[in-house]
């Protein structure tokens, strides 16, 4: 079983930056494709950013590409996603999640298997 666990979501003001991170247990990180999603307030989860298991292939949502930058250390079984310039409109529960059997990067949420328990970021104006 694979557990993901998001951490470093909070209160920022607008144009700030964050980093979230994503810790993996159980199975072998180093084959797993990762995502970044979110849910904002009465809005469907979305697509933010995934990464391939290797991490030489990216794919950004056009709303946070040159904004965001996912990167992950396959030696500590983490990823993470550096937020920069954040919006309003960035804020939401951000979640990470798993694909398994080395494919490629999707936003289909299906596609994803396991999911962490997401953590809010909050954009103040």
């Known amino acids: 079983q694979v557990q993901l666990v998001e951490s470093g979501g909070g209160l920022v003001q607008a144009g700030d930056s964050l980093r979230l991170s994503c810790a993996a247990s159980?199975?072998?990180?180093?084959?797993?494709?990762m995502g970044w999603f979110r849910q904002a307030p009465g809005k469907e989860r979305e697509f933010v950013v995934g990464i391939s298991w290797s991490g030489r292939s990216t794919y950004y949502a056009d709303s946070v590409k040159g904004r965001f930058t996912i990167s992950r250390d396959n030696a500590k079984n983490t990823v993470y996603l550096q937020m920069n310039s954040l919006r309003p409109e960035d804020t939401a529960v951000y979640y990470c999640a798993a694909k398994m059997g080395m494919r490629p990067v999707t936003t289909t949420q299906s596609e994803y298997k396991y999911w962490g328990q997401g953590t809010q970021v909050t954009v103040s104006s």
């Open positions: 159980g199975g072998t990180f180093s084959t797993y494709t």
